[in-house]
């Protein structure tokens, strides 16, 4: 297969760039490097499977000679960068998937596009499955993201029964692994960076807001077996254990071994407005249809990923 994946060169878009390659399929890889880095697909500069190509989607997008399929996943992703970029969070969610689906429906490729957990917002409902319609502020300021996203989810059936688009939208749960940015803003580089650092690790409010950690690898391998499938609604891909923000703190100073403390704080900004207070997916659907759930567990995946963090912190 011939493959164009839109923010590949991101923490998410990079790994699955490695696993196409090294089924034997042909990646190009679209990025304006605004929130990814070229430091990722550094080491397949020169493959003769692979190119790079800068570029926004926000804008026409051309690629020459036939494509098999078209994978959508350029966009800020973390509150730190749609804080900081607002409009073109936005933009990337509506023009971007307006000209990346309509690319594949003028090569005959298949389409998928990674969209989020976050489309639930808030949620109502625990854990979350396909169907729940999401409980979101379309005018707080993460609203940029969840919206951008929920309209991208509409704009991809839209194109699936008018155009006949051969279609796939993944839901992604809280992922982590090497490749992360630093300062992504998020709990897994901010705690693991934290203790590696010897600072307190900053938990914001009360630690007991829940989330749901899956490695790298298990993420790669659902969107991998999601695009090789026939269906067409949105697919769940996240680890279905739940844990509190303070529990997750504990776990990360256990894995480095960190002597920090845990601090509680009430950050001023606006990064934890309207933060979802629960988030565990509901991966029945995933099981079911692609046979798939998460293989590596939280003390592995913190294993793997920490020393990443060590070498780019130099500590």
């Not at 890889?29 to 605004?34: G, R």
């Not at 990722?40 to 926000?58: P, R, Y």
């Not at 923000?245 to 990360?252: M, Q, T």
Request: overall charge negative; aromatic content about 8%.
């Amino acid at each position: 297969m011939r493959i164009l994946i839109t923010g590949g060169a991101g923490f998410l878009g990079s790994h699955l760039s490695d696993r196409f390659i090294r089924e034997g399929h042909s990646v190009i890889v679209m990025d304006n490097l605004i929130t990814g880095s070229a430091d990722n697909i550094a080491h397949l500069m020169g493959n003769e499977n692979f190119t790079f190509i800068k570029h926004s989607v926000s804008n026409y997008i051309y690629v020459d000679g036939p494509l098999d399929a078209v994978l959508h996943f350029a966009s800020p992703a973390s509150p730190n960068d749609y804080l900081e970029h607002p409009i073109h969070t936005l933009k990337v969610g509506s023009l971007g998937t307006l000209n990346s689906i309509g690319l594949a429906k003028h090569k005959g490729a298949r389409y998928l596009l990674a969209s989020t957990s976050e489309v639930y917002g808030d949620p109502q409902v625990n854990p979350q499955p396909e169907d729940y319609w999401g409980h979101v502020n379309p005018i707080g300021v993460r609203g940029v993201y969840d919206e951008a996203k929920r309209f991208a989810e509409a704009m991809t059936m839209a194109y699936h029964r008018h155009h006949s688009v051969d279609t796939r939208i993944v839901r992604i749960f809280n992922t982590y692994g090497p490749r992360m940015r630093l300062n992504d803003g998020r709990v897994v580089p901010n705690f693991i960076s934290q203790a590696l650092a010897g600072q307190d690790l900053s938990v914001y409010g009360d630690g007991q807001q829940t989330r749901s950690f899956q490695y790298v690898s298990d993420l790669v391998e659902g969107v991998y077996r999601l695009l090789m499938s026939d269906e067409v609604l949105p697919v769940n891909i996240g680890n279905p254990h739940e844990m509190t923000i303070l529990k997750f703190a504990e776990a990360v100073k256990k894995a480095t071994g960190s002597k920090s403390e845990i601090c509680f704080v009430q950050p001023e900004d606006t990064r934890i407005m309207d933060d979802p207070q629960v988030r565990r997916p509901d991966i029945s659907k995933a099981r079911n249809i692609l046979g798939w759930e998460p293989q590596v567990d939280l003390e592995e995946g913190l294993a793997k990923t920490i020393p990443y963090f060590r070498q780019s912190l130099g500590v």
